[in-house]
């Protein structure tokens, strides 16, 4: 809210509110109630899989807040955090040694070690 900027609630359990199962179809919603108002949606983001309950947040109308979550959800039922990296990402690379990433810049530098040392190193490592 301190930024001015619309917040969406997404969850993958109802919490304590009553709701019925939307249809099978991506898209479909039917209502998330407390004491008969409604507080939110459940949303099917996936065709046969669990719906994920929307609520408003901030500056945002219900109806909007669900088609931003179907927006942001095109190939899961919950969008990936940005910060958790990818299965891929996370594997080794560089072969049985496993070095990746910034890893394999120290290995590359330690297999150009030599003796001789230049200006603004420690005497032994490489050009």
Known sequence: MLTGRPSVGVAKNPFA?????????RGDASPLLADG??????VRTR???????????HRISLAGACAH?????PRYRVRRPP??????AAAPRG????ASGPFRCV????STRTDTGSPGRPAGWGP
């Open 17 to 25: 509110f009553a709701y019925e199962q939307p249809g099978p179809a």
């Open 83 to 88: 910060a958790v990296p990818t299965p891929s």
């Open 37 to 42: 108002e409604e507080v939110g949606r459940a």
């Open 69 to 73: 979550t179907l927006h942001l959800t």
């Open 47 to 57: 065709a046969g899989v669990k719906p994920v309950f929307v609520s408003v947040g």
């Open 95 to 98: 072969g049985a040694r496993g």
């Open 107 to 110: 290995r590359r530098l330690l």
